[in-house]
C-alpha cells in the first residue's frame, strides 16, 4: 500500500504543499487498456481539478 504518493500535477485539489498527494486513497488506470508497458501510459482516475 503506497503511504506517501508524490504527483507534480499542481492544479489538482488533492495536491498538498512539497507535491504530496492528499488523498485517502487514488485509482490509476492504463490508456492503454488493462495493461500497461509504461508509466507514460498510465493516469490518476482520481484528479479532480481546482
Ligand atoms: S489525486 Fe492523483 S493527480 Fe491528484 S494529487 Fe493525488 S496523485 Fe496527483
Redesign the pocket.
Known sequence: MAQD?L?E?NN?V??KSGNR???TQ?YVVSNKGKEAETSHETD?R???PE
Open positions: 504518493v504527483c500535477v489538482c488533492y495536491n498527494c492528499g488523498a487514488i490518476c482520481t484528479f479532480k
